[in-house]
């Protein structure tokens, strides 16, 4: 009988033991938590001493604390770039602005000559106008990132398209000492995508290549498999290894100085409008060459997916 009492005497000193601990590991993992809600540290919650059940509920928080911390860090991330990309639009607006209200001063000049007159108007026209540019993308670039710009799904010729707008951007491909090679491959499939769109992606294109290229252009067409490709290879000085990745980040230029000759909205329009048509673009760096593939789904294949 002596001999019982003091087992049970023993077992319960022992569960009163392990009790006080299992107490006491919670409470420290209670402390830690409340320590890391103040100093926002990644360390993950522990406990002192094993237990199976609340172990795995510290697994579950700690899972849900690094998810927070991961968000917490995205939503950083996307605060600065907000801040920069309003920087950016400030900068982009004030520099056309700043130039009209100068010449618009100079235009009051109750002397002016009249040719200086024409010439300063003429600034002011080319300035309003890069501004209503940069409005314009900004505006339909947003539409376009909140599904609100509508475009069509027809079947289209992009020999048709590109032939006709290369055509109309000879002169300047000339005037500006470009030495040009165009391969249009004939009797391309139509593709299916909206013909506007698709004239704005190679307006873009063009007019990228004229404010950034030099020297040799290359444009080609041609099918690949069940895609019909475009592509776009320019020489280039501005663009580095490191500038390819963000080449398609809205407010992106190689103007590092943002002196007004770019708006950084042109090729983030060109991802935009052909991912809504359906389309896969790459850009790349080839031997101080810039290169950009557009990959565009042949009408008839496309329709098999329908």
């Known amino acids: 009988m002596i001999v019982l009492c003091v087992l049970l005497a023993a077992a319960c000193a022992g569960l009163g033991w392990w009790v006080w ?20 540290s990644s360390t993950r919650i522990r406990l002192a001493v094993p237990n199976g059940a609340a172990e795995e509920l510290l697994q579950e928080v700690n899972a849900l604390l690094e998810a927070r911390r991961m968000d917490q860090a995205a939503w950083r991330d996307r605060e600065k770039s907000l801040r920069q990309q309003i920087s950016n639009i400030s900068h982009d607006l004030r520099t056309p602005l700043t130039s009209i209200l100068g010449y618009l001063q100079l235009l009051e000049a109750p002397d002016l000559p009249e040719e200086e007159r024409r010439e300063y108007l003429g600034v002011v026209e080319s300035r309003a106008k890069a501004l209503q540019s940069l409005i314009t993308g900004f505006y339909d670039l947003s539409r376009l990132e909140g599904g609100e710009y509508p475009l069509a799904r027809e079947p289209v010729s992009l020999h048709a398209s590109l032939s006709g707008l290369l055509a109309a951007f000879y002169n300047d491909f000339m005037d500006r000492g ?53 592509l776009f290879r320019n020489q280039t000085d501005e663009l580095t290894a490191e500038d390819i990745p963000h080449v398609f980040d809205r407010f992106f230029t190689s103007d590092k100085m943002r002196t007004g000759r770019n708006t950084g909205l042109g090729l983030a329009i060109v991802k935009a409008l052909a991912q809504r048509m359906g389309c896969r673009v790459t850009a790349a760096l080839e031997e101080g060459e810039f290169t950009l593939r557009i990959f565009w789904r042949c009408w008839e294949r496309s329709e098999k997916y329908d």
Do not use: K
């Open 21 to 40: 601990t299992q107490r006491r590991a919670l409470r420290d993992a209670a402390a830690q938590l409340r320590q890391l809600e103040q100093t926002g």
């Open 178 to 230: 470009f030495h040009m090679t165009v391969e249009l491959a004939e009797n391309l499939p139509p593709v299916p995508a909206d013909e506007g769109a698709v004239l704005r992606v190679f307006t873009n294109l063009i007019r990228n290549a004229l404010d950034h290229g030099r020297g040799r252009m290359e444009v080609r067409l041609f099918q690949e498999g069940d895609w019909v490709v475009s």
